[in-house]
Structures are given as structure tokens and as C-alpha cells.
């Protein structure tokens, strides 16, 4: 039997008090509905379809559009005139599994679960909340059988006692799922089109309505504002940092790290306070990543060590490099094994051959760095020349003196010494030393003459 997902995301999200729709907001560097989306997908699901209202065209544009069916929702009429909107093109005889496209933390697994307890009739997910204010409350019988849901603002007094609530998803077969929807009134509190009456109307039917209650309220709890989205967020993070210890990686302080994305790590890798990796990160074992870094699509070789305040974007790193503190590394910079980046030094696109040193504030950009080759203070390759990028070649074993310039297009032969202080406009031959710089002078005693 073929599962489909319905995610409800046509809601606008007022108290997020944004101009972005709620669920593009995001939750470690993805949108909330990309969560959910992932988590249908790794069930798996035959089908998703997302039902937007509110900003919709945005929502779908924010989106990779994989295979989703978007399915409009002009009016927000409740979460049961959603799911009616979706169901028209799923077969009676298909699971359905209505998920929210705020409710970011939900772990396959749990949607598997339900799915099992949805064979014959609609399950839905409930949880324990010591607060339970605002949510739909479940009904159950004396013998403990699920008997129906009751909206916060239709409930009693005594109703708004029960602690086991809603999550909002559910699991049902389409067929009863269409049924039980078009007896659906909007006769409440809310006038709304409610997606929970079908559990009453399943039940009355005889259909045997189960709750799978979850214990983990922070895996089913949806966003409303930005104070719950900071909570999951951490929750998420905490959860990365547990995955990442457990594989042999010391934190700092497990709360003061970031993912956003996936980052693989080796045995006793070391992370510092306050990193944030995003894209893809891998960190071979005994990698050492000081505190206020950024990785963002880099690998690290083994045993290399990135100092404080770097921040490394596309970026390949090979075995017992040293970089920073303050380096700056943009796409396309490869360092080699046993190489050294200082601070104040930005690259771009270029490579820095074994055991070769950048160590203090220098530019290199377009620019291809040999072996065992030492770039001084201040160093800047000139690669842009107002129109285009024209690129440097530093052969292996070149000692380039503090405070040069490089106007590429230019070639610097293996074995040559740059003096500083050199602009260098033209090829330069290998093993040649090669200055520009004017004469020094000097005039005795002038400056005790100033003074007087
Ligand atoms: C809903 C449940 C409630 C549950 C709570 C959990 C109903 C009637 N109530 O209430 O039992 O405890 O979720 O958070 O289902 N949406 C649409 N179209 C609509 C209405 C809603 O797409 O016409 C989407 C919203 O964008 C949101 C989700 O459905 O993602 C839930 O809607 P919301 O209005 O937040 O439902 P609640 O009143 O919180
Ligand atoms: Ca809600």
C-alpha cells in the first residue's frame, strides 16, 4: 500500500511577525517545511503534497521541487478543508499521513509508528503537556479508548483539564479519511473545518481510533513564534552535539555549537566554543577547531588545526595544515599537507603547495602556490585589473619577501628570491633574485639638525 503525505503549511503565521511565511523559517539553516518534507521522505512516501494558502508562490519558490504536488489553498477554512483540498487525487485504498509544515522535529521513525496504528482507521499522535492551553485535548472513554478530540475553545472547563493533546498529525487510509471529512461541519468556536472531527465520526462508526502518544513533546511540538523556533533549535543542536560526542568528538560546551547541514567527524576531533558549520563539513580524526570558527563546504585532513576566529568557506584542508587565527578561506583554496595559513590572510581560489607559509596579512587570489614556498608579510597578489581575473603562478621553493605585490598575470620560477618591498610585473626566472625597489638614501645628522 502506497503512503502520501499531506503537509499543512497554508497558514500565515501571525505571531511569528514576519514577511517570510511561517514555515520557510529556519530551523538549523533549513526551512521548518524542508524538515518535514525530509522526515516524509525517509518514511518513505510514495507522494508528498504540501497544501499552501498564505504566500504561497513564495513558499514554493523556497523550495527544491522535487516531486512535490502543491495543492492551493485559497482560504484558510481549518485543517480539515487542508486536507479535503489534497485528497482528491489519492485512491481510497492508500495511507494518508497528514503532517504540519511547522511541526519541524518529527523523527521518521515515530511517522512509521503511526502509519502501523493506521491500518483500518485514522490514528493520531498525542502527547502529555503540563501546559496544555490552546491545544485540542483528547477525549478517551472509562476503559481508556480513544473517543474523539475537542478544540481548546470548544472545550469545558473540565474537558481543558485533560493533559493529553493533539499533535495535529495523523495517519488514516484515504477512503475513511474522505468519508469521515465530508460529514465535517464548521458549527464551533472557530467556524472552522476541523481535521480532528473525523476521530469522533470514525468511532461512532466503529472503527477502532488509535492515539500513539509520543514522549517526546519537543519531537511534535509547531512553531508559533520565534521564541518556540530558538527552543527547537537548540533542541536540534543538542541532539547533533550528543551524535557527535557519542562518536568521539569533545565539545567545549555541547550548547554552544551550530549545524546547519551535515558535519562528519573522525575520532577526537576537538571543537571550541561557538562554531558554526553549514553545508557539507567532514573533520578527519584529531582535527583541532578553535573557538568562533566558521566551516562552511570544507574538509579538514587529519590532525590539522584551525585557531580561533577563521572562517573557511569551500575549502580543502590537507593532513597537519595549520590556519588562523583570523584566516579568512574562500572557495576554491586548497592547502596541502603540512601547509600554514596565519592571521590576517585571505585566499581565494588558489593552492598552497606542501609545507608552504602565508603567515601573516596577506591577499592571495587565482593563484597556484608550489611546495616549500614562504609568502611574507603583506604579500598581495593583484589578480583584477578592474576588468578581469588574471592568475599567479609561484613555482616550488620561491621566497617571497615581505610587503610584494604580484601583477598577475605573472610567473615566479622555482628556487627565485622576491626582495621586499618588490612589485613584481614580469615573469621572473627560476633561481633568480629579483628587486624593485629605489635606492635607499641617506643624509648624516639631518635629523639632530631639525631638532636643534
Ligand atoms: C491544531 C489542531 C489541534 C492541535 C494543534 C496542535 C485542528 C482543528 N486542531 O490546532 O487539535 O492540538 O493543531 O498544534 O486541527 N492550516 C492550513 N490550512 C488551514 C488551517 C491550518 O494549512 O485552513 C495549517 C497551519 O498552517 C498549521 C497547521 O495547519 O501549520 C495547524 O493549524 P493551526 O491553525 O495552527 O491549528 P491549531 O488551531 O493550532
Ligand atoms: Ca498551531
Redesign the pocket.
Known amino acids: 500500500m502506497s503512503i502520501h503525505a499531506i503537509i ?4 500565515q503565521g501571525t505571531r511569528m511577525r514576519s514577511s517570510l511565511p511561517k514555515v520557510l523559517h529556519r530551523l538549523a539553516g533549513r526551512p521548518m517545511l524542508q524538515h518535514v518534507l525530509d522526515a516524509a521522505a525517509a518514511v518513505p512516501v510514495k507522494m508528498q503534497h504540501v ?1 499552501i ?1 498564505h504566500a504561497g508562490d513564495a513558499v514554493r519558490g523556497a523550495i527544491p521541487d522535487a516531486g512535490i504536488r502543491w495543492v492551493e ?1 485559497q482560504q ?4 480539515g ?2 486536507v479535503m483540498r489534497a485528497l482528491p487525487s489519492i485512491p481510497d485504498d492508500e495511507q494518508v499521513l497528514v503532517l ?3 511541526v519541524p522535529l518529527v523523527q521518521p521513525e515515530t511517522l512509521r509508528l503511526l502509519l502501523a496504528a493506521a491500518a483500518d482507521a485514522p490514528a493520531l499522535l498525542s502527547v502529555n503537556l503540563p501546559d496544555p492551553t490552546g ?2 485535548r483528547i477525549l478517551r472513554s472509562a476503559d481508556g479508548e480513544v473517543e474523539g ?1 475537542v ?1 481548546h475553545k470548544d472545550a469545558t472547563a473540565e474537558q481543558r483539564r485533560i493533559s493529553e ?4 498529525l495523523m495517519a488514516a487510509p484515504a477512503g475513511v479519511l474522505r468519508r469521515c471529512l465530508a460529514r465535517c461541519g464548521n458549527d464551533n468556536a472557530q467556524g ?1 473545518y ?3 472531527d473525523i476521530v469522533a465520526l470514525a468511532v461512532r462508526e466503529g472503527l477502532p481510533v488509535q492515539a500513539v502518544v509520543s514522549a517526546n513533546a519537543d519531537e511534535v511540538a ?1 512553531v508559533n513564534d520565534r521564541r518556540q523556533l530558538a527552543h527547537l533549535e537548540r533542541v536540534f543542536q543538542r541532539t547533533e552535539a550528543d551524535r557527535l560526542m557519542a562518536a568521539g568528538v569533545t565539545l567545549a560546551d555541547p550548547a554552544r555549537i551550530d549545524i546547519r547541514g551535515a558535519l562528519d567527524c573522525g575520532q577526537d576531533v576537538l571543537i571550541d566554543i561557538n562554531c558554526v558549520f553549514e553545508g557539507s563539513v567532514s573533520l578527519a580524526p584529531g582535527v583541532q577547531i578553535g573557538p568562533n570558527c566558521v566551516l562552511r563546504d570544507t574538509r579538514v585532513g587529519a590532525g590539522s588545526v584551525i585557531e580561533a576566529n577563521s572562517l573557511l568557506d569551500g575549502t580543502t584542508v590537507g593532513e597537519a595544515v595549520q590556519v588562523g587565527p583570523f584566516a579568512r578561506l574562500r572557495p576554491g583554496t586548497v592547502l596541502a599537507d603540512a601547509s600554514k595559513v596565519g592571521n590576517f590572510v585571505e585566499i581565494k581560489q588558489a593552492s598552497l603547495g606542501k609545507g608552504s607559509k602565508a603567515n601573516h596579512l596577506s591577499y592571495i587570489g587565482d593563484a597556484t602556490i608550489g611546495n616549500g614556498v614562504n609568502i611574507g608579510a603583506g604579500t598581495i597578489t593583484c589578480n583584477y585589473d578592474g576588468k578581469h581575473k588574471h592568475s599567479t603562478v609561484i613555482e616550488d621553493r620561491v621566497f617571497i619577501g615581505s610587503d610584494t605585490q604580484l601583477v598577475a598575470p605573472v610567473t615566479v620560477g622555482a628556487g627565485a628570491v622576491v626582495g621586499a618591498g618588490t612589485t613584481v610585473t614580469r615573469d621572473v626566472a627560476a633561481d633568480s633574485l629579483v628587486t624593485s625597489r629605489v635606492d635607499q638614501a641617506e643624509v648624516p645628522g639631518w635629523a639632530k639638525r631639525r631638532r636643534g
Open positions: 499543512l503549511a497554508a497558514g497544501v494558502g489553498q484558510q477554512l481549518g485543517t478543508h487542508a504540519y509544515g511547522d491545544y485540542g478530540i478544540e493533546v493533539n499533535s495535529g472552522e476541523y481535521l480532528t509547531g
